[in-house]
């Protein structure tokens, strides 16, 4: 499917939308198809105990990914997104084909990431934009290594309580994080998980859901803070000054161009490395020892 240069219609809008992982348009019928699929993940986890998912937008990225988190004793477990081709799979690395029951033109890390107990006991992950010193890699693992089934561990943006009297609530961030089997069941049992549009998930008691709809923001992470705030769930708070650094985004790069568009049809693998010097970014980070084996750096 050409998302760019064909119709943007409404249908491939809720496509998309549904691959990005939002419950205003993912139905029940089509979350009970997950257990199906996931049993297929699960398989590929047979035996793996510190599983950490690298999603490929590009591939020189997820190579150094796959590279820090060996580094910290944890395995690369490596999906993608469909328009960035078969990921590269470094030795140690398990590859996964969530998209292999969807067939969906795009997706999202989280959305396997949402229903994590069906098919592993702790697994974590970030962004396909984020690299990190390796004290930092560290710090992560110890944190994740360390998390007790039933909590999940994200990064912290919530807002500070003067803006949260009007709303401005934040949320628990998936730039970085862990969760556990124990807290993605709980999260999925309560109706407040990773994805989008908390307020519409099939599991959300309705006396819940205009209060949800008016106190917490739409996006991705917004349900875990109302999971925390409203059900008690168990939140590993990461700081974001602690990954910052090295999250390659829009917002660290004033020249920053857009090579698409700006709409859930944004596609990473074009706007990534067109914004970013991999090279540069390594030196910066003194993490560009990972670079030598690939050909292109040598």
């Excluded at 994590?116 to 290594?145: C, E, G, N, Y």
């Excluded at 401005?168 to 990773?194: H, I, M, N, P, V």
């Excluded at 161009?257 to 049809?265: G, K, L, N």
């Amino acid at each position: 499917m050409d998302l760019e240069n064909s119709e943007y219609t409404e249908e491939t809008r809720n496509l998309l939308r549904e691959a990005k992982g939002n419950w205003d348009v993912f139905t029940l019928a089509k979350a009970r198809e997950m257990a199906a699929a996931a049993r297929d993940w699960e398989a590929a986890l047979t035996d793996v105990e510190r599983p950490w998912l690298c999603w490929n937008v590009d591939e020189d990225w997820c190579r150094i990914q796959q590279r820090l988190v060996r580094t910290v004793g944890w395995t690369p477990v490596v999906g993608g997104d469909p328009r960035s081709g078969t990921p590269p799979l470094e030795a140690g690395s398990i590859a996964i084909d969530f998209n292999a029951r969807f067939n969906y033109p795009i997706m999202h890390f989280l959305f396997p990431i949402e229903f994590a107990h069906f098919f592993t006991r702790k697994i974590a992950f970030w962004h396909s934009d984020l690299v990190v010193r390796k004290p930092v890699m560290q710090q992560l693992a110890r944190t994740f290594d360390t998390l007790p089934d039933g909590a999940t561990a994200a990064v912290d943006v919530r807002r500070p309580w003067y803006k949260r009297w009007n709303g401005q609530r934040g949320r628990f961030w998936e730039l970085a994080g862990c969760t556990t089997a124990g807290a993605s069941r709980d999260q999925f049992e309560k109706g407040a998980g990773w994805w989008r549009n908390i307020w519409r998930h099939p599991n959300c008691p309705g006396h819940l859901r205009s209060k949800l709809q008016r106190r917490y923001d739409y996006d991705h992470g917004a349900g875990i803070l109302a999971w925390h705030e409203v059900h008690g769930g168990r939140v590993v708070p990461l700081s974001h000054d602690l990954v910052e650094e090295g999250h390659c985004t829009r917002v660290s790069n004033p020249n920053y161009e857009r090579q698409s568009p700006q709409d859930d049809r944004r596609d990473l693998s074009k706007d990534l490395s067109h914004n970013f010097d991999l090279r540069e970014v390594c030196q910066r980070l003194e993490i560009d020892d990972l670079l030598p084996s690939m050909p292109e750096f040598s």
